[in-house]
């Protein structure tokens, strides 16, 4: 059965930064897009960043451009999401998934992905 695995997060202070890691067993992440995304209390998941099986090419929401960077290392079957300077906006729960979406439209839209990590708390104080 497949499951995705989130390890990092925490609690940093504004300007800070955190990685996020999504370890995969039961599939294989080369093969599959990969997002993240973020969900505040009472607010829609948002989408954050993904990257494509295909060529490995990268999307970002504008809130987080040059901020984010997306990577896979596919030796050890994972997905890094490293966040530097960090702001309070970026306070949320994030979730790393995992789909066969492909397109800017497509990897965008929480829906089109079919397996989803445990979630992980991201904290930044002010």
């Known amino acids: 059965q497949a499951q995705l695995v989130q390890s990092g997060g925490g609690l940093v202070q504004t300007g800070g930064s955190l990685r996020l890691s999504c370890t995969a067993s039961?599939?294989?992440?080369?093969?599959?897009?990969v997002g993240w995304f973020r969900q505040t209390p009472g607010k829609e998941r948002e989408f954050v960043s993904a990257?494509?099986?295909?060529?490995?090419?990268?999307y970002y929401a504008d809130s987080v451009k040059g901020r984010f960077t997306i990577s896979r290392d596919s030796a050890k079957n994972t997905v890094i999401l490293q966040m530097n300077s960090l702001k309070p906006e970026d306070t949320a729960d994030y979730y790393c998934?995992?789909?066969?979406?492909?397109?800017?439209?497509?990897?965008?839209?929480?829906?089109?992905?079919?397996?989803w990590g445990q979630g992980t708390q991201v904290t930044v104080s002010s």
């Open positions: 998934a995992a789909g066969t979406s492909t397109g800017q439209i497509a990897v965008k839209i929480w829906k089109t992905y079919t397996n």
């Open positions: 990257i494509g099986w295909r060529g490995g090419t990268t």
């Open positions: 039961g599939l294989t992440f080369s093969r599959y897009t």
